[in-house]
């Protein structure tokens, strides 16, 4: 199931760096960044020691050769940053604790979602741990699953039995009911990272610029950022899925022009919306619909 997945995922990234290397580059790195602090993950740095301690973040952190210097280490790991890729892990990893997985069955599935897919090369000793964690990252199947299908919109799910069987699911293939079916007759818990990640971004807890929210958006989703930015639209009004409308005014003040900007990127990553109508400078209109701007072609 992991390979059959990751070799198509694999062939539209290759198809995607072809084409949009630089666009790519932003992309992933806004993925595998440390950016986040251990307050913002949502737990606190003793439960995060303690999940590392247990081997269930995806890169263990290692201890030192003395005691006094492995606890020194411990301590300072996490005051540190971590990725988006990281961060929604451990929201997966909460919830299968809390669903009662055992942690040995954690650790497993951990170990399968986070081996490397492409081999890093011997001679990156030179990097530093971060550097190599960043690497790893963005070369692990959770990752390349995350990047995958945060891209383009598309809703995924990990299903987890008590037994340690799992399966992850996309919810737009022919094939998930038969993926359900399979664990109909198993006690499972069924995990939707999309909407995990979907949460993770839109929490107020976060302080993020505008250019990160527009870095992790569908490349049609940018273009119309980008023209919003470039002064062509004087309104835009996101039509939200609740029902509710909610406009933006594109002035000459530059710094709300730019908290605008970080709303509606926001607003697009969230998936709250249904269309996006711009009335452009000359009163002209023009309106996109959500699922025009997110589809695969």
Not at 9 to 16: G, N, P, R
Not at 82 to 89: A, G, H, K, R, T
Request: with cysteine.
């Amino acid at each position: 199931m992991i390979n059959q997945l990751l070799n198509q995922i694999s062939k539209d990234f290759k198809e995607l760096k072809d084409a949009i290397t630089e666009q790519y580059e932003f992309y992933i790195s806004a993925f595998t960044a440390l950016l986040f602090t251990s307050r913002q993950t949502g737990y606190t740095r003793k439960e995060l020691s303690t999940w590392n301690k247990a081997d269930l973040l995806p890169y263990k952190i290692s201890k030192s050769e003395t005691k006094e210097e492995s606890n020194a280490r411990i301590i300072s790991s996490f005051w540190r940053r971590y990725s988006l890729i990281e961060c929604v892990w451990i929201k997966v990893v909460v919830k299968l604790l809390r669903f009662g997985i055992n942690e040995a069955l954690i650790v497993d599935l951990k170990n399968q979602l986070f081996q490397q897919v492409d081999s890093i090369e011997k001679n990156d000793t030179e990097l530093t741990p971060d550097e190599k964690k960043v690497k790893q990252l963005r070369e692990s199947h959770f990752g390349k699953f995350l990047m995958y299908t945060t891209k383009y919109h598309i809703e995924f799910s990990i299903l987890v039995s008590e037994s340690g069987e799992f399966a992850i699911v996309n919810h737009d293939s022919p094939s998930v009911v038969d993926i359900y079916k399979s664990f109909s007759e198993k006690t499972y818990v069924a995990i939707n990272v999309t909407s995990l990640i979907k949460s993770f971004i839109g929490s107020d807890e976060l302080s993020l610029d505008a250019d990160y929210y527009v870095s992790i958006l569908h490349p049609k989703e940018r273009e119309v950022i980008q023209k919003i930015k470039q002064n062509a639209f004087k309104q835009v009004t996101l039509s939200l899925k609740d029902g509710s409308i909610t406009h933006y005014y594109i002035t000459k003040d530059r710094e709300a022009n730019e908290l605008a900007i970080k709303n509606i990127a926001r607003m697009l990553k969230k998936e709250d919306y249904q269309s996006i109508q711009c009335i452009g400078i000359d009163d002209s209109v023009v309106s996109y619909e959500e699922e025009a701007l997110t589809s695969l072609v």
